[in-house]
């Protein structure tokens, strides 16, 4: 019995072993799986020794850098030179024409991406700095004659030589946009003492009203939709004035709720009376508690305007009368009103909502408990008004701190971030500044006018922003759609900023912003977003001449340096201001060159 027992035992130990290198193999393949998905591109050595130079723990094992094959990236041609991606007009018979949806964000599929590199305008020049900047642009970095010409009796702007010059004029400013803003300010005292920080103005024209305010330590998101002709925000961006693509559709504008203290309309034709009132609804959302809503234009004033605007007293009383009750119904009140502009503000106590929610045949409903208030990236609009959180009590205009003291006070939406605390934000803002510091010294450029439109690309808190605030920079705060939601918290501090997915195209022009900042996005994005596109689309978006500054692993630096250099950029690795091995800065500018296929 005992001899015939051995082979059992053997016959275990071999079937064991077998389950083992099924295992391991299975395992292996795992990780291969998430490492070389894309192994037609990507080819994974161990250069540690040669290109990272780690000095390697004895405790710690080497990790091979990522490697991927020398790549040259063609030219596109001339005609794709204002060529934004999601919002392409060559597309647009795709689309439906209900509510203009076709101006939405509609991306192309990944078959479709351009993988070239797109050429600035034939003569194309360093866009003149800033402050000078806002009255005046190079007639051939935006050679938009169309709205020159057709814009001409409104004093948007005048061509006079080889530039454009910016009169501040509009169509409900003809005595000048500063005249226009005093009035507003007479109305809304608030806009003058700290109170109103962040506006959002929609139908922007060529963004004269933002433009104004940052004298007035007001930073505005000027939105206009992308069109054939007029390049509104291509114009607004390259004055250095905050601008974004998007329109009020059938989606939520890419912004958290109770986000704005102040909207702005002015004469900017969207129908808001129409749908059930449903654009009126996403400004009620985007609006903080206590915030201000400003239309000027039809149907405002209409007893003494209702002549140019090519209709009847009749129907403009009518529309006004509705604009009143819509506004009412949301939970507005009137605030001011002086000849063409109105004021309404958004209510901030509970009554009126709890009024809505009881009755049941309200119109506007009260939106479902159900319904996230702050998703807001390809969202639908919905019909119904979104009432302040009540646990929220200090985010309202009036309880939240005055700018500039509200940029270091912890709002109470950091509660909402898993782990955000005020110490959280404190730490956040202490590192901020010593990087910020750190990266004045690796690239002298920052804090200087040389560098105006800035992009943190993946920002948590807004620190790096914050950081910046002396400097004659703006900033667009960029928090991604997959991440955790913290840019209520970056608005509520008084900066701007939006949601935004990098697989995607992001919604400006080309040649947009002068430097482009990121933290990790790779080592947080990289399994969803491959590497070529993402730093292609910062190439679309960056100016020439305009820097990159890339923060990341170590693992990724081999990488995007050969992909930087595939699009013509000049980079170098820096060391981080812990000097640490883990951890690299890569600075890129990128080049000026002009198509082989223009002639100068």
Request: with cysteine.
């Amino acid at each position: 019995m005992k001899n015939g027992k051995q082979p059992e035992k053997g016959s275990s130990r071999i079937l064991s072993l077998t389950v083992l290198f099924i295992a391991l193999c299975g395992f292996s393949f795992y990780l291969g799986g998430m490492f070389c998905s894309e192994r037609d591109k990507i080819e994974a050595k161990d250069v540690t020794s040669t290109t990272t130079k780690a000095v390697a723990s004895p405790k710690e094992p080497t990790v091979s850098a990522l490697q991927i094959k020398s790549v040259s990236f063609p030219e596109c041609g001339s005609d794709l030179q204002d060529y934004t991606p999601c919002t392409d007009p060559k597309r647009w018979k795709r689309y439906g024409v209900h509510r203009l949806s076709f101006l939405e964000r509609h991306c192309p599929p990944v078959h479709e991406k351009s993988e070239c590199l797109i050429p600035p305008p034939d003569g194309y020049k360093p866009p003149i700095r800033w402050p000078k900047s806002r009255d005046q642009c190079w007639y051939k970095n935006v050679p938009y004659d169309w709205i020159n010409k057709q814009k001409s009796n409104q004093h948007w702007l005048k061509k006079e030589g080889d530039k454009f010059h910016f009169p501040g004029g509009g169509t409900m400013f003809p005595r000048g946009v500063s005249h226009y803003v005093d009035q507003m300010q007479d109305l809304i005292p608030e806009m003058k003492d700290g109170t109103v920080r962040t506006a959002i103005d929609t139908g922007c024209g060529v963004a004269s009203w933002g433009g104004d305010l940052l004298d007035r330590g007001i930073l505005t998101i000027s939105l206009a939709p992308r069109d054939n002709h007029e390049a509104q925000v291509q114009f607004a961006l390259e004055r250095g004035i905050p601008a974004i693509l998007g329109i009020i559709s059938t989606q939520r504008l890419p912004f958290p709720s109770n986000s704005f203290d102040m909207a702005h309309c002015s004469r900017c034709l969207i129908p808001w009376t129409e749908f059930g009132g449903i654009y009126l609804l996403e400004v009620h959302r985007i609006v903080r508690p206590g915030g201000f809503w400003v239309l000027s234009g039809p149907p405002v004033n209409y007893k003494r305007r209702w002549r140019g605007w090519n209709t009847t007293m009749e129907d403009q009383k009518s529309d006004y009368d509705k604009l009143q009750s819509l506004l009412t119904s949301m939970c507005f009140k009137k605030y001011a009103q002086k000849d063409d502009i109105a004021v309404w503000q958004k209510l901030s106590d509970k009554s009126c909502y709890d009024k809505i929610a009881k009755n049941m045949e309200a119109y506007p409903p009260k939106c479902d408990d159900s319904i996230e208030p702050d998703s807001a990236w390809y969202t639908p609009l919905r019909p119904c008004v979104v009432a302040p959180t009540p646990k929220v009590k200090k985010s309202g205009l009036g309880s939240i701190p005055k700018w500039p003291e509200r940029l270091n006070v912890a709002p109470e939406r950091i509660s909402d971030v898993h782990g955000g605390s005020a110490s959280g934000l404190k730490h956040d803002d202490g590192k901020w500044k010593n990087r910020v510091k750190h990266y004045k010294k690796v690239l002298p450029a920052l804090g200087t006018d040389k560098i105006r439109n800035v992009m943190d690309m993946n920002t948590v808190y807004g620190g790096f922003a914050a950081a910046l605030v002396q400097d004659p920079v703006w900033v667009m705060n960029v928090v991604s759609s997959y991440s955790a939601n913290t840019l209520p918290v970056v608005f509520d501090r008084g900066l701007i900023g939006t949601y935004h997915d990098w697989c995607e195209a992001f919604s400006t022009y080309p040649r947009t912003y002068d430097l482009l900042h990121l933290d990790s996005l790779f080592t947080l994005e990289s399994q969803r977003c491959e590497m070529k596109y993402v730093l292609l689309e910062m190439d679309r978006i960056l100016r020439p001449g305009g820097y990159v500054i890339m923060r990341e692993s170590s693992y990724f630096m081999d990488a995007l340096t050969t992909l930087g250099k595939g699009m013509r950029w000049s980079c170098r690795r820096e060391e981080t201001d812990y000097a640490v091995e883990s951890e690299k800065i890569l600075v890129c500018q990128k080049k000026l060159w002009f198509s082989s296929n223009q002639t100068s």
